[in-house]
């Protein structure tokens, strides 16, 4: 369950959610149709973020590698690494695009999720490994919702023996807890092959700000100033 805020403005269809999930299963089907492993392994290279030194990214500013912290957001490894960030990005994304607008929606995926790979690329200490998914915007838009529903409530399913209990939780409780996560496994692992536990921490915290920062505004727009 969701908090909707109240707004004088007539609601508007939310197409940057659906966008970006329509964009990262287009991705995936197209490298699921890639010919072989080879060529599979061609388009990680070229599309997925490297990580590497401070040095190297900084040289990489002016070429066309920096694009690649974009275009890793839309590539995944397998159908799991899919579709649990869709599940994701749809959750806290639909309420969050409502609230911002699809156009500052967008701009937090890509430029949260850009960032987290930067982060990520540079801080993950080993070098030449290809940073891929969405998980990078996915935390900056968890990190968003935090900002803009902090009494928000949201449905689980908790097993009681034989049972399947549905109850409501403070949203604030899960996602700290998910951040905490986060935070742990950034130092201490563990790495489960490629996972790139800075870019969820970066983009958790860059969605964090970028909402706080966008509040007044987002305020002063419910109340029709």
């Known amino acids: 369950m969701f908090v909707d805020l109240p707004t004088r403005r007539k609601a508007h269809w939310r197409w940057a959610t659906p966008l970006l999930a329509a964009l990262m299963v287009g991705a995936y089907i197209w490298i699921f149709l890639l010919p072989d492993d080879a060529a599979w392994r061609s388009t990680l290279l070229r599309w997925g973020t490297?990580?590497?030194s401070v040095t190297e990214w900084r040289a990489a500013m002016r070429d066309v590698r920096l694009?690649?912290?974009l275009t890793?957001?839309?590539?995944?490894?397998?159908?799991?690494?899919?579709?649990?960030?869709?599940?994701?990005?749809?959750?806290?994304?639909?309420?969050?695009?409502?609230?911002?607008?699809?156009?500052?929606?967008?701009?937090?995926?890509?430029?949260?999720?850009?960032?987290?790979?930067?982060?990520?690329?540079?801080?993950?200490g080993t070098p030449a490994r290809?940073?891929?998914g969405a998980s990078g915007g996915v935390s900056a838009v968890i990190g968003a919702y935090l900002a803009l529903f902090p009494r928000a409530r949201?449905?689980?399913?908790?097993?009681?023996?034989?049972?399947?209990?549905?109850?409501?939780?403070?949203?604030?409780?899960?996602?700290?807890?998910?951040?905490?996560?986060?935070?742990?496994?950034?130092?201490?692992?563990p790495s489960f092959g490629a996972v790139a536990w800075?870019?969820?921490l970066a983009g958790f915290v860059v969605g964090l700000l970028y909402a706080?920062?966008?509040?007044?505004?987002?305020?002063?727009?419910?109340?029709?100033?």
């Open 198 to 200: 800075w870019a969820h």
């Open 67 to 69: 694009l690649t912290l």
């Open 50 to 52: 490297l990580s590497g």
């Open 72 to 124: 890793a957001l839309f590539i995944h490894a397998g159908p799991v690494h899919l579709v649990g960030n869709l599940l994701f990005l749809l959750i806290f994304g639909l309420p969050s695009e409502r609230t911002m607008g699809p156009w500052r929606f967008l701009l937090l995926f890509l430029a949260g999720g850009a960032l987290a790979n930067l982060a990520a690329a540079v801080l993950m």
């Open 154 to 189: 949201l449905g689980v399913v908790v097993p009681l023996g034989l049972w399947l209990e549905f109850i409501k939780v403070p949203a604030a409780l899960l996602i700290g807890l998910w951040a905490t996560l986060q935070l742990i496994f950034t130092f201490t692992g």
């Open 212 to 225: 706080l920062a966008l509040k007044p505004a987002l305020a002063r727009r419910k109340r029709g100033v």
């Open 130 to 132: 290809a940073i891929i």
